[in-house]
């Protein structure tokens, strides 16, 4: 789980699975390890320090090394779910710990916050993302700990990291950044002065939906760390070895899967924008888009492959246009190598601010003229 030296590019890092080599048989690729214990050596020593499977396993371990070395961190540690690795810092914090986060953001999280807060176990406070006045002007010196989600899910607004980490240093609070829509090829939030950064990994780090993971990745080895891990094992939380090696399987094409993405999003968001269809395109990688400035200094490696789209009609209109597409599959998740469009209202509901007509896209890697005519004829048919 310790940094490698960066002497390659990360890609070459990817691609190699961060130099792992079978000391023993020569295999190039880290073997699944679905062991639940481990045997003590004549000593009674461990054996590679590995004890017990809800500590971790070595293919575990292995994607760690991995992920570490992209985000350029010091250590990471993988969890079974991408929302098990925020909760693990957020119970780390004292008992009614003040909490601020986007009042757009993954709403499965915001919804276990506002649960904690009713039960005054965490007092909750929420800003605009992308606005800083509004997140100065509920943090104070007593605030534990600063959310932000970029770009945020689902208008894809970019908040500025390094500035919120001006604010929350300031404040004496640690800020903690949701990046799985900016994996590492194109945001470090650790470089840009965040302590903790983390992934649902089982987006744009493994690409193939057929992984549910988390990832959480800092610099700061201290006793907070330590207690993070305290809470993985107690909890019962870590990666497995199956899902770890299909990490480790999709993160060795992360970064041309992610090229491929960002090129058919920046032939189709601007395509889109002023059709007579579109009521608005929202997507960081135009030029007028809101947060470009931002997102073309933050993300520097591409603006990714999501974007949303507001048909002009109702909720009616925009599940219809979703039901009608052939190669976008009408589903949630997002980073596959594989498009899809969901209707995000019918999901989250009325209480939190999504557009009735507003449909998320993720990009995928398939030729991007043949993603943009089945748009436009889901587009066609559903206003006919």
């Keep these: 789980m310790t940094r490698k030296n960066a002497k390659y590019a990360p890609e070459t890092i990817a691609s ?30 461990l054996r590679d320090n590995n004890t017990y499977g809800r500590y971790g396993t070595p293919t575990c371990h292995q994607a760690e090394t991995v992920l ?6 010091e250590q990471a540690l993988l969890f079974n779910s991408g929302l098990s690795a925020p909760l693990a810092v957020l119970e780390t914090l004292p008992l009614g710990a003040h909490v601020i986060a986007p009042e757009t953001m993954y709403y499965a999280a915001l919804v276990w916050m506002q649960r904690q807060d009713a039960k005054g176990i965490l007092k909750l406070s929420t800003y605009r993302p992308a606005d800083l006045d509004s997140l100065k002007a509920v943090i104070t010196p007593q605030t534990a700990l600063v959310w932000v989600e970029t770009p945020t899910n689902p208008t894809w607004a970019v908040t500025d990291i390094a500035a919120v980490a001006k604010i929350t240093k300031a404040n004496d609070a640690l800020l903690m950044v949701d990046s799985t829509t900016a994996p590492p090829c194109t945001t470090k939030p650790l470089e840009l002065g965040a302590d903790y950064v983390f992934h649902s990994a089982t987006k744009y780090l493994n690409g193939h939906s057929d992984v549910i993971a988390g990832a959480l990745c800092t610099n700061a080895i201290n006793d907070r760390w330590e207690d993070i891990k305290s809470v993985r094992i107690l909890q019962g939380t870590v990666l497995p070895g199956f899902p770890a090696y299909l990490l480790i399987r999709g993160i060795r094409t992360l970064y041309i899967r992610w090229d491929k993405a960002c090129a058919n999003a920046m032939k189709i968001a601007p395509y889109f924008a002023g059709h007579p269809m579109i009521e608005a395109v929202q997507y960081p990688g135009l030029p007028d888009d809101p947060g ?4 073309k200094k933050q993300m520097t490696g591409g603006f990714g492959g999501m ?21 976008f599959l009408p589903a949630t998740s997002l980073g596959g190598v594989e498009s899809l469009i969901e ?23 398939e030729d991007a003229d043949d993603l943009i005519h089945d748009l436009e004829q889901a587009l066609t048919r559903a206003n006919s």
Excluded: C, Q, W
């Design 68 to 73: 570490a070395a992209l985000e350029g961190a």
């Design 307 to 327: 974007m949303s789209i507001r048909v002009k009609g109702d909720a009616d209109l925009a599940i219809k246009v979703a039901s009608l597409t052939k190669l």
């Design 16 to 45: 190699h699975a961060a130099g792992y080599i079978d000391e023993t048989t020569g295999a190039v690729i880290a073997p699944i390890h679905l062991a639940s214990t481990y045997a003590r050596d004549a000593d009674y020593e």
């Design 292 to 295: 470009h400035a931002i997102a």
């Design 343 to 365: 209707h995000r209202y019918t999901v989250e509901g009325p209480d939190f601010g999504t557009a009735p007509n507003l449909l998320r896209l993720s990009i995928g890697i």
